[in-house]
């Protein structure tokens, strides 16, 4: 079954940066359309940035825009999120999600396998 293992959160200081990391398993990973989304207590999980099968089309939140990168590296099937200038409001649990097929998604309901999740807590 697919796998999905998010790694490389942590806590950052508000300016800094952090890179995520996706390891994906049980899947043909360059047939796949990936996202990141996060969640904060209290509120809905929303969407941050996506990545078609190939890596060449990338799409952002408005609030990320300029400060986040979305990559990935089909060869090592793995899913990257760089993350600048950080700030208090990215603070959240930040998720990697995978979707079959050439179509970009931006709602969560829209993909059908996620990792657990790892925590990215930014302080002001």
């Known amino acids: 079954q697919v796998q999905l293992v998010e790694s490389g959160g942590g806590l950052a200081q508000a300016g800094g940066s952090l890179r995520l990391a996706c390891a994906a398993s049980?899947?043909?990973?360059?047939?796949?359309?990936m996202g990141w989304f996060r969640q904060s207590p209290g509120k809905e999980r929303e969407f941050v940035a996506a990545?078609?099968?190939?890596?060449?089309?990338?799409y952002y939140a408005d609030s990320v825009k300029g400060r986040f990168t979305i990559s990935r590296d089909n060869a090592k099937n793995t899913l990257y999120l760089q993350m600048d200038s950080l700030k208090f409001e990215d603070t959240a649990v930040y998720y990697c999600?995978?979707?079959?097929?050439?179509?970009?998604?931006?709602?969560?309901?829209?993909?059908?396998?996620w990792g657990q999740g790892t925590q990215v807590t930014v302080s002001s």
């Open positions: 999600a995978a979707r079959y097929g050439v179509r970009i998604a931006f709602a969560p309901d829209e993909y059908a396998s």
């Open positions: 049980g899947l043909t990973f360059s047939s796949y359309a």
């Open positions: 990545i078609s099968r190939s890596g060449s089309s990338t």
